[in-house]
């Protein structure tokens, strides 16, 4: 036909809408309402109504027409049972496609009849209801209150039953849920695990049945529906998907493959270790060769990226690369991993050299970046797995690292001084390069690498000529207060925690080899200010211990650097901390039944027990410390008295017998009984009214008996 009769035609068929209009609006009674609604619902299946037209059908019906389509029961004479209820749902449809009516409320309480007309029995007839379903669906989840209203209201099961039943238009029911997935998988998991299971079950059954290119659509399709929580492994049917997903990624990842086919299989492993560690590979020699190459194939990538200068080449492969780290992080822990592990020791050390390779890639990386680029969550994802490497491996790529130093110590500072209040955030466990939300803790994953660091001269000055100390010291005043700001008590062990407990490692090890820097860098008298009022704090507290053993030996072993700061002149503070550090080093060792006799054995304290190989060590070393603050504190000797540590101890090594307890244990107490009864004629005369030259020269403490003998 021309163009002139065409636009004729367009006309007779507005003209005939515009009268059908005026029909509904004007109608006297159902018959003729319905008559004109049939010629409308044509035209709008017919995909012939514009925005402005389907607003001026709305106009006309409003929602009380439809509602009554959706509900009545009776067919009219002749027709099929479901005709009300296909005009009803087609008017919706037709409302839906303007957003504001889809999120209208009068849309959204019919989200339980969708969900069902999706569930019913289908049959020939139907299948024009369930594209308008679809559509509906569709147009409300694109709405803001959408999703919430269809998880709450039941629309998972019934799309996941949509899928496994293979119904009409199941391809649009995987779609919706990829996208109700995305947006609320921690609810939709509470409220529909079983059926979304089941919808696992099938996409995993078919992932390892199909040989053609639906096997690596899956792998793009898969992540999703593996959740954080509940776990996989926890239940039978979990562990059968995660057991097929095993078997088709070793079918995969054993082949010949171009990159468009190895990288969703690389991003689907990824996120199979993010939910579950590497407990859905299994043990033996297939799991232990499968774990093997995806760390393998994860470094090939790594450097097969990095090293290209191409920042465009880079700028594609951020997920997949992000996702190769997750792989790599895994590795790591397999290396590390003592009881059963997967790996032999010949597979161990031919990965360690791999991934060395592949963390040369990302240093190499890393020094190309760019001041504009450091926002970018990748740089975060590559600064956070190089700290997982530097925790571990401190004698690979030394020189390397050092260079490097200046470069994370800025990036750290950089986003700790920028996002000060996001840093206290829960991080992601891997920080998915898509999104905006910022990850801010770079330094968190830092620590470690940075404690071995500086237990090493060359690293240690450049960490400290970048101003290293200064940031460690804002970042654990930061997070002792995130620490103490949770309600009620101290939070159980979190990362917070472990930073605290990394950052007073750092501290140690710069008192022990620079200590002229604690005295002169103004930095450390606040440090000091902070331990002095966090000690007696947390010490009270259970299951703090060794985060309180570090913050003791710390303050000690820096009050002794500090002893002439106007903070440790008798303060309040100063008095309370050395209080607590007295009863954190009292309270470690007790008496018990010696098994091998009737007599008693010196011990560690039950409640120092669970701690005590985290512990033991920090013990020692504030022994050593107390003992060399006393000369310098005149007040000291008077708060050991009022502990009454000195009447505790004689009693406790008059009746243990002497061969339970160890050399390094009589050397340790004998340091700071030595020093108090130098200083202080009232302990000196507590000692020896408890026998204590008996006792001393029962353990062999000659410098203490020297002590007490002299006049």
Same mark, same amino acid.
């Given at each position: 036909?021309?163009?002139?009769?065409?636009?004729?035609?367009?006309?007779?068929?507005?003209?005939?809408?515009?009268?059908?209009?005026?029909?509904?609006?004007?109608?006297?009674?159902?018959?003729?309402?319905?008559?004109?609604?049939?010629?409308?619902?044509?035209?709008?299946?017919?995909?012939?109504?514009?925005?402005?037209?389907?607003?001026?059908?709305?106009?006309?019906?409003?929602?009380?027409?439809?509602?009554?389509?959706?509900?009545?029961?009776?067919?009219?004479?002749?027709?099929?049972?479901?005709?009300?209820?296909?005009?009803?749902?087609?008017?919706?449809?037709?409302?839906?496609?303007?957003?504001?009516?889809?999120?209208?409320?009068?849309?959204?309480?019919?989200?339980?009849?969708?969900?069902?007309?999706?569930?019913?029995?289908?049959?020939?007839?139907?299948?024009?209801?369930?594209?308008?379903?679809?559509?509906?669906?569709?147009?409300?989840?694109?709405?803001?209150?959408?999703?919430?209203?269809?998880?709450?209201?039941?629309?998972?099961?019934?799309?996941?039953?949509?899928?496994?039943?293979?119904?009409?238009?199941?391809?649009?029911?995987?779609?919706?849920?990829?996208?109700?997935?995305?947006?609320?998988?921690?609810?939709?998991?509470?409220?529909?695990?079983?059926?979304?299971?089941?919808?696992?079950?099938?996409?995993?059954?078919?992932?390892?049945?199909?040989?053609?290119?639906?096997?690596?659509?899956?792998?793009?399709?898969?992540?999703?529906?593996?959740?954080?929580?509940?776990?996989?492994?926890?239940?039978?049917?979990?562990?059968?998907?995660?057991?097929?997903?095993?078997?088709?990624?070793?079918?995969?990842?054993?082949?010949?493959?171009?990159?468009?086919?190895?990288?969703?299989?690389?991003?689907?492993?990824?996120?199979?270790?993010?939910?579950?560690?590497?407990?859905?590979?299994?043990?033996?020699?297939?799991?232990?060769?499968?774990?093997?190459?995806?760390?393998?194939?994860?470094?090939?990538?790594?450097?097969?990226?990095?090293?290209?200068?191409?920042?465009?080449?880079?700028?594609?492969?951020?997920?997949?690369?992000?996702?190769?780290?997750?792989?790599?992080?895994?590795?790591?822990?397999?290396?590390?991993?003592?009881?059963?592990?997967?790996?032999?020791?010949?597979?161990?050390?031919?990965?360690?050299?791999?991934?060395?390779?592949?963390? =040369?890639?990302?240093?190499?990386?890393?020094?190309?970046? *760019?001041?504009?680029?450091?926002?970018?969550?990748?740089?975060?994802?590559?600064?956070?797995?190089? =700290?997982?490497?530097?925790?571990?491996?401190?004698?690979?790529?030394?020189?390397?690292?050092?260079?490097?130093?200046?470069?994370?110590?800025?990036?750290? *500072?950089?986003?700790?001084?920028?996002?000060?209040?996001?840093?206290?955030?829960?991080?992601?466990?891997?920080?998915?390069?898509?999104?905006?939300?910022?990850?801010?803790?770079?330094?968190?994953?830092?620590?470690?690498?940075?404690?071995?660091?500086?237990?090493?001269?060359?690293?240690?000055?450049?960490?400290?000529?970048?101003?290293?100390?200064?940031?460690?010291?804002?970042?654990?005043?930061?997070?002792?207060?995130?620490?103490?700001?949770?309600?009620?008590?101290?939070?159980?062990?979190?990362?917070?925690?472990?930073?605290?407990?990394?950052?007073?490692?750092?501290?140690?090890?710069?008192?022990?080899?620079?200590?002229?820097?604690?005295?002169?860098? *103004?930095?450390?008298?606040?440090?000091?200010?902070?331990?002095?009022?966090?000690?007696?704090?947390?010490?009270?507290?259970?299951?703090?211990?060794?985060?309180?053993?570090?913050?003791?030996?710390?303050?000690?072993?820096?009050?002794?650097?500090?002893?002439?700061?106007?903070?440790?002149?008798?303060?309040?503070?100063?008095?309370?901390?050395?209080?607590?550090?007295?009863?954190?080093?009292?309270?470690?060792?007790?008496?018990?039944?010696?098994?091998?006799?009737?007599?008693?054995?010196?011990?560690?304290?039950?409640?120092?027990?669970?701690?005590?190989?985290?512990?033991?060590?920090?013990?020692?070393? =504030?022994?050593?410390?107390?003992?060399?603050?006393?000369?310098?504190?005149?007040?000291?000797?008077?708060?050991?008295?009022?502990?009454?540590?000195?009447?505790?101890?004689?009693?406790?090594?008059?009746?243990?017998?002497?061969?339970?307890?160890?050399?390094?244990?009589?050397?340790?107490?004998?340091?700071?009984?030595?020093?108090?009864?130098?200083?202080?004629?009232?302990?000196?005369?507590?000692?020896?009214?408890?026998?204590?030259?008996?006792?001393?020269?029962?353990?062999?403490?000659?410098?203490?008996?020297?002590?007490?003998?002299?006049?």
């Amino acid at each position: 036909p021309t163009p002139q009769a065409m636009a004729s035609d367009a006309g007779d068929r507005n003209s005939t809408l515009k009268r059908c209009l005026g029909v509904l609006r004007d109608a006297r009674n159902d018959s003729e309402q319905f008559a004109a609604l049939l010629l409308v619902t044509k035209a709008v299946r017919a995909g012939e109504v514009d925005a402005k037209t389907r607003r001026q059908i709305f106009d006309a019906i409003g929602f009380t027409f439809p509602n009554r389509l959706l509900t009545s029961r009776q067919p009219p004479a002749g027709c099929p049972e479901h005709t009300f209820r296909a005009l009803g749902l087609t008017l919706l449809a037709c409302f839906c496609t303007d957003p504001e009516l889809a999120g209208h409320s009068q849309i959204l309480n019919k989200i339980p009849t969708f969900n069902d007309i999706l569930v019913s029995s289908c049959n020939p007839d139907s299948t024009s209801m369930i594209d308008d379903v679809y559509q509906c669906l569709s147009a409300v989840m694109a709405t803001s209150r959408g999703p919430r209203e269809l998880v709450t209201k039941g629309t998972v099961s019934a799309l996941c039953q949509a899928y496994v039943n293979c119904s009409y238009g199941s391809d649009r029911a995987l779609t919706l849920l990829l996208g109700l997935l995305a947006i609320a998988e921690a609810k939709c998991w509470q409220r529909d695990a079983p059926h979304l299971l089941a919808m696992l079950s099938k996409l995993t059954n078919d992932f390892l049945k199909t040989e053609d290119m639906t096997k690596f659509e899956l792998c793009e399709v898969l992540p999703r529906f593996i959740p954080l929580s509940p776990p996989l492994t926890q239940d039978s049917q979990g562990c059968e998907c995660l057991h097929r997903l095993y078997k088709g990624l070793a079918n995969i990842l054993g082949s010949k493959l171009s990159q468009s086919q190895r990288d969703p299989a690389l991003k689907l492993a990824a996120c199979l270790v993010q939910a579950c560690g590497s407990e859905w590979i299994p043990t033996g020699n297939a799991g232990s060769k499968f774990l093997a190459l995806l760390v393998n194939l994860a470094c090939v990538e790594v450097r097969l990226t990095l090293e290209e200068p191409d920042p465009l080449e880079v700028e594609g492969k951020k997920e997949v690369v992000t996702a190769c780290y997750v792989l790599i992080e895994m590795g790591i822990q397999e290396c590390l991993r003592e009881e059963k592990p997967l790996l032999e020791e010949v597979q161990k050390m031919q990965l360690v050299r791999i991934m060395e390779e592949a963390f =040369g890639a990302v240093i190499f990386y890393l020094r190309q970046v *760019k001041q504009e680029e450091l926002q970018d969550p990748f740089i975060f994802a590559s600064v956070r797995i190089l =700290g997982a490497w530097m925790a571990e491996e401190t004698s690979s790529l030394k020189q390397e690292i050092c260079e490097l130093l200046p470069f994370l110590v800025h990036y750290a *500072k950089k986003l700790f001084k920028e996002g000060s209040p996001a840093a206290s955030l829960p991080q992601p466990e891997l920080v998915s390069t898509e999104g905006s939300g910022l990850p801010q803790d770079a330094l968190r994953f830092l620590l470690p690498g940075f404690c071995h660091l500086t237990a090493e001269d060359r690293p240690r000055d450049i960490l400290i000529s970048e101003g290293a100390p200064a940031l460690l010291c804002e970042y654990f005043l930061h997070q002792w207060e995130v620490l103490t700001s949770e309600p009620g008590s101290l939070t159980p062990l979190t990362s917070t925690e472990m930073s605290l407990q990394t950052a007073c490692g750092i501290f140690l090890n710069l008192v022990v080899t620079a200590p002229d820097l604690i005295r002169r860098d *103004k930095t450390f008298s606040s440090l000091m200010d902070i331990l002095l009022k966090s000690l007696p704090l947390l010490l009270p507290q259970k299951d703090h211990l060794v985060l309180a053993a570090n913050i003791a030996t710390l303050g000690l072993m820096m009050a002794r650097i500090l002893a002439s700061s106007a903070v440790l002149q008798g303060t309040q503070s100063a008095q309370e901390f050395f209080g607590a550090a007295i009863r954190f080093l009292s309270q470690a060792h007790t008496t018990q039944a010696d098994p091998g006799s009737d007599g008693l054995a010196a011990a560690v304290s039950p409640a120092y027990a669970s701690a005590w190989a985290d512990v033991r060590e920090l013990w020692f070393l =504030g022994m050593q410390a107390l003992a060399g603050c006393v000369p310098l504190f005149p007040w000291l000797p008077q708060a050991v008295l009022q502990a009454r540590w000195l009447e505790g101890l004689s009693e406790l090594l008059a009746r243990v017998a002497p061969a339970s307890v160890d050399f390094e244990l009589i050397a340790a107490f004998q340091g700071v009984l030595v020093e108090l009864a130098r200083a202080s004629k009232p302990c000196r005369d507590v000692i020896l009214s408890h026998h204590g030259g008996e006792w001393a020269n029962l353990y062999g403490m000659a410098a203490l008996e020297q002590c007490l003998s002299e006049q």
